[in-house]
């Protein structure tokens, strides 16, 4: 697997990182951990979905439209965030540059692009379903976000395979030596630090769900999901190594520029959730006995 531990000087334990990302390769067609951590995440998600919608009564039906959403605009959103936030000199000063944006194998995904392609994607598949079925945008991005941390989770774990997005040189006993991209010293493996904060954040949001459904409120789990996932996403910013060159002269990176606004809105809903105090379970109004229609026997009397 290209993975070995050694003891430096006896002071720190330095992981050597040599995974090949491609779990098989096949001719031209090659299988990646990363794609295929990216698919279990939504396999993951899809079962989590199933049985929060069992729990709360909403028809099974709805699945399929919801599962398409959020591929589309998980894909479409992340490439774009990375083309705009992060190299829009590159993708819109050129047609060659342009017409990359439509390859998103040549390049890189951003979380935060798919965090608000997503955000306008349930909007829109609240609006559609969810009056007629006993729920709004709120309650749908309240469930959402728990499989959405273990799907981030796992999206982070692939970036370890890739060995990309990883921090500056650490001397503290986890150090990674990325070795496919010619690193020599232990760097800070922030990878693992954001997929094991997403799995505690999943972890700690489905607990609440399971015991704490009825003692919360709409918009809890959405504001918690924001504060946590972006709070942690800011601080281990400062770990990292800049994605592109203009960061380098920045004092926040683009990173944590676009985190600060996800922070607020977390706030925003927790207390939206504390001064509106709407169950957080769907409510489905009892329909009340139909009025009954005369017979032919009574208009005969």
């Known amino acids: 697997m290209g993975i070995f531990f050694y003891l430096c ?27 295929l951590l990216f698919v279990s995440g939504f396999v993951l998600g899809w079962f989590i979905v199933k049985a ?15 599962l398409y959403m959020l591929l589309i605009c998980t894909i479409v959103g992340a490439r774009l965030g990375h083309c705009i936030f992060y190299q829009p000199d590159y993708y819109f000063g ?56 273990y799907a981030a989770c796992f999206i982070r774990l692939g970036n370890l395979f890739n060995s990309e997005i ?9 150090g990674f030596v990325f070795e496919r991209n010619n690193e020599t010293v ?19 949001l489905t607990a609440l769900y399971k015991w704490g459904l009825d003692k919360t409120y709409r918009g809890t789990y ?16 400062f770990v990292k190594n800049d994605q592109v060159d203009f960061e380098a002269d920045m004092v926040l990176n683009m990173g944590q520029l676009l985190s600060i606004p996800f922070i607020l809105l977390g706030i925003g809903f927790l207390v ?20 009954k229609e005369p017979t032919h026997f009574a208009h005969a009397k």
């Open 272 to 291: 939206y959730a504390y001064v509106k105090k709407i169950p957080a379970r769907a409510v489905h109004p009892e329909k009340g006995p139909q009025k």
């Open 222 to 237: 959405f504001g918690i999901f924001f504060i946590v996932c972006f709070g942690s996403r800011f601080l281990i910013e």
């Open 9 to 35: 000087s006896m002071e720190y334990l330095v992981v050597h990182w040599n995974v090949d990302p491609a779990i098989l390769k096949l001719g031209g067609f090659e299988l990646r951990w990363y794609s």
């Open 186 to 204: 232990p760097c800070h493996p922030t990878q693992l630090y954001e997929a094991l904060t997403y799995l505690l954040l999943g972890l700690g």
């Open 94 to 149: 050129s047609w060659s540059g342009f017409l990359e944006i439509f390859m998103p194998w040549k390049g890189g995904l951003a979380s935060h692009g798919g965090t608000i392609a997503l955000i306008l994607g349930v909007w829109w598949y609240a609006k559609k379903y969810g009056p007629a079925n006993d729920f709004d945008f709120v309650w749908m991005v309240d469930h959402i976000v728990i499989p959405i941390a």
């Open 52 to 66: 929060m919608f069992k729990r709360e009564r909403i028809p099974e039906s709805l699945m399929d439209p919801l």
């Open 166 to 174: 990883y921090g500056g040189p650490t001397s503290l006993p986890w």
